[in-house]
């Protein structure tokens, strides 16, 4: 694979987890994706991504036409939980300032996980990982646009872009 970039890598990768039902991991990069992305859009002073840095660029990107019905402290929130404990747990979940989400895939809907859960506690969410995956690809793609569209945005993502590891293999 050599000359594959960081994001290919990453679409990849999300791809190959889906496929294998590895839903955990499929969030875990999805996330992880959402991160870099809001980091690649930052101001040129600002380096280190924030949760209001996430937040706003799943505001702009993610949601809008995504038909996924949370919200992006939802998602956030959903993000701390799985990178940080693998679980649905969160700050914001125990302070009741976002939902837990909850993940169907696979043969499973969203919808009829929402109505088991609607049954339990008002508070959960369920989302579609497929659903998310399609919406963060899409996310990417409108993100694309707008580096082509603003000059200055395209100039900081480029810098950043530098940085990002970049699978180099030499020949034998």
Same mark, same amino acid.
């Given at each position: 694979?050599?000359?594959?970039?960081?994001?290919? &890598?990453?679409?990849? #990768?999300?791809?190959?987890?889906? &496929? +294998?039902?590895? #839903?955990?991991?499929?969030? %875990?990069?999805?996330?992880?994706?959402?991160?870099?992305?809001?980091?690649?859009?930052?101001?040129?002073?600002?380096?280190?991504?924030? !949760?209001?840095?996430?937040?706003?660029?799943?505001?702009?990107? $993610? $949601?809008?036409?995504? !038909?996924? !019905?949370?919200?992006?402290?939802? $998602?956030?929130? %959903?993000?701390?939980?799985?990178?940080?404990?693998?679980?649905?747990?969160?700050?914001?979940?125990?302070?009741g300032a976002a939902k837990r989400l909850l993940y169907a895939w696979g043969n499973h809907k969203a919808e009829d996980l929402q109505r088991m859960a609607d049954l339990v506690d008002p508070s959960i969410m369920a989302v579609q990982v497929e659903?998310?995956? =399609?919406?963060?690809?899409?996310?990417?793609?409108?993100?694309?646009?707008?580096? &082509? =569209?603003? %000059?200055? $945005?395209? +100039?900081?993502?480029?810098?950043?872009?530098?940085?990002?590891?970049?699978?180099?293999?030499?020949?034998?």
């Amino acid at each position: 694979m050599a000359g594959v970039n960081a994001f290919q &890598e990453l679409t990849l #990768a999300i791809d190959v987890c889906l &496929e +294998k039902g590895l #839903a955990l991991p499929t969030l %875990a990069l999805v996330y992880s994706g959402i991160d870099t992305m809001a980091w690649l859009g930052l101001p040129d002073e600002q380096h280190d991504v924030t !949760g209001e840095d996430f937040i706003q660029w799943v505001d702009r990107y $993610l $949601l809008p036409g995504s !038909g996924l !019905g949370c919200a992006a402290l939802d $998602l956030y929130s %959903a993000r701390c939980g799985v990178l940080h404990s693998m679980s649905a747990e969160s700050r914001a979940v125990r302070r009741g300032a976002a939902k837990r989400l909850l993940y169907a895939w696979g043969n499973h809907k969203a919808e009829d996980l929402q109505r088991m859960a609607d049954l339990v506690d008002p508070s959960i969410m369920a989302v579609q990982v497929e659903a998310l995956v =399609r919406a963060f690809r899409s996310a990417i793609s409108t993100f694309a646009g707008d580096l &082509e =569209r603003d %000059a200055s $945005l395209g +100039k900081r993502v480029d810098a950043r872009l530098r940085r990002v590891f970049e699978n180099t293999q030499l020949e034998r």
